[in-house]
């Protein structure tokens, strides 16, 4: 029972990892990277659809992300999601391609995505204190059913795991600073 409540939590730990790397890849650093507009939604033809199941992206140049969508008709309605979201880039459509130029980011505006980033990070490591947290609590009602030492080790396995994880946490949130204050 013990493994299975330190699996859980490792599990648990693990989708956080995963969100934060997911939420660090949207965060706009100046260079052009698809992840920013691949979940973006689409109105195509009544649907609400991720444009990343309309168009293939490529990034021919580190400021430049090029979006091919499989259905010329569709390039209205990409450009439409575009402007509406909260990019702050415009697209030029040539009939063929959509191609979004991504200007350098100023100081002030680097600092506020190393602000941001830095929350991102803090709600990572809040989410995986609660996965902790609950596996504290489904361990401690194991206090009757196992020995003590058993509890106590489990119990240290699962700090050394915490520990871990939040250091990952901070190894990706160094690495995206570093992106952010790259010029």
């Known amino acids: 029972m013990i493994e299975e409540v330190l699996e859980e939590a490792g599990l648990m730990m693990e989708d956080s990892i995963e969100y934060v790397t997911g939420q660090f890849a949207i965060v706009r650093t100046g260079r052009a990277n698809p992840q920013i507009v691949q ?68 100081e002030e505006r680097r600092m506020e995505m190393i602000r941001i980033v830095r929350r991102q990070a803090e709600d990572g490591r809040v989410s995986v204190r609660n996965a902790r947290r609950r596996a504290k609590s489904d361990l401690d009602a194991l206090k009757g059913l196992c020995s003590d030492d058993d509890l106590r080790r489990a119990e240290r396995n699962l700090q050394d795991l915490t520990n871990r994880i939040i250091k990952q946490v901070d190894t990706l949130l160094k690495r995206k600073e570093a992106e952010l204050l790259e010029v």
């Open 39 to 106: 979940n973006l939604r689409v109105n195509y033809y009544g649907a609400s659809l991720p444009l990343q199941q309309l168009a293939n992206f490529t990034v021919p140049d580190p400021r430049l992300l090029v979006i091919h969508p499989f259905d010329r008709s569709a390039i209205p309605e990409i450009e439409k999601a575009l402007h509406a979201s909260d990019l702050g880039i415009n697209p030029a459509n040539d009939g063929a391609v959509i191609r979004l130029a991504f200007p350098p980011l100023t």
